[in-house]
C-alpha cells in the first residue's frame, strides 16, 4: 500500500472515538442489509493515460455483491467488478480494465475499514499495435465512512489502496503495475421502503503502470445505480 493511503487511515482514525460515541444512536439497520447486489453505470468517464499520451471519453460498468453480518451490522463481506473501455480516436488507440476486488469490512460507528484482495485484466493497443495483455493479482486496504440520512438512504466516502504484486504480460514485453488508488464519494436514496435504493456518485481512480518507463493513468467518472437489498 502507498504513503497516501496510511496518511488518510491516521486521520480517520484519529477522530474514531468521537465518531463511534456519536453513532451509537443512529440507526444502521436499513442500511446495512443482509445481502445486496448494487449496479453502476458511468454517465461520464475521462480516462487520462500517459501510457497511450492521449485523453478521451469512454464508459464504464461495475457491480458489487455481499453484505452485512453481526448484530449491530459490523462485519461486512464484498466482491466488486468494476469494468471500464475506452477509445481514443486521437491516435487511434484503446485500453480494456477490469479490476475484481473482494473486500473484508469491520464497521464503528461511521467508520469501516479492512483489508483487500484484488485482481486485474488490463488490454492496451496503441496505434493498431496490441502492446498490453496483463494480468496481475495483489493487496491492500479500504477504509471509509458510512453515515445513515433519513430512514433509509446514506452518505459515503470509500477510499482503496491496492499494490499489485504480481504482474504477467501474455505479449512479450516485460511490465509491472503500481499502486491503484480509489476515492469514491456518493449517497443513496430509498425508492422503496427497503428492497431498492438509487445510488449516485463521483470516483477518481488512479494507478501506474511501467514498460519502457513509469506511466500514470487516472480516470474520472460520475455515476447512478441502483442498489438492492435484502435484510433477515
Known amino acids: 500500500m502507498n504513503k497516501s493511503f496510511y496518511k488518510i487511515l491516521l486521520v480517520l482514525l484519529t477522530g474514531i472515538q468521537s465518531i463511534t460515541s456519536f453513532a451509537k444512536n443512529r440507526e444502521f439497520k436499513n442500511i446495512t442489509p443482509t445481502v445486496s447486489l448494487q449496479l453502476n453505470y458511468s454517465l461520464s468517464t475521462t480516462y487520462k ?19 452485512y453480518a453481526g448484530k449491530e451490522g459490523n462485519f461486512g463481506f464484498f466482491v466488486k467488478v468494476d469494468n471500464s473501455a475506452t477509445t481514443f480516436e486521437l491516435n487511434s488507440s484503446s485500453n480494456s480494465v477490469t479490476w475484481q476486488d473482494s473486500i473484508f469490512r469491520y464497521r464503528w460507528g461511521y467508520l469501516y475499514l479492512g483489508p483487500v484482495f484484488t485482481t486485474l485484466t488490463y488490454a492496451v493497443n496503441i496505434a493498431g499495435t496490441d502492446t498490453l495483455d496483463v494480468s496481475a493479482s495483489g493487496m491492500g486496504g479500504n477504509v471509509g465512512f458510512l453515515v445513515p440520512v433519513g430512514g433509509g438512504g446514506s452518505l459515503y466516502m470509500d477510499f482503496t489502496s491496492v499494490t499489485p504484486s504480481k504482474t504477467v504480460n501474455e505479449l512479450t514485453q516485460v ?21 431498492v435504493d438509487l445510488v449516485f456518485g463521483y470516483r477518481q481512480q488512479q494507478y501506474s503502470v511501467t514498460t519502457d518507463a513509469s506511466y500514470a493513468e487516472l480516470m474520472l ?3 447512478i445505480g441502483l442498489k438492492f437489498s435484502l435484510f433477515f
Open 175 to 195: 511490465t509491472s503495475m503500481g499502486a491503484r488508488t480509489d476515492i469514491d464519494l456518493g449517497a443513496s436514496i430509498d425508492l422503496t421502503a427497503k428492497l
Open 49 to 67: 493515460s500517459k501510457l497511450v499520451a492521449s485523453n478521451d471519453v469512454g464508459t464504464g460498468f461495475s457491480y458489487t455483491l455481499g453484505g
Open 221 to 223: 467518472s460520475t455515476y
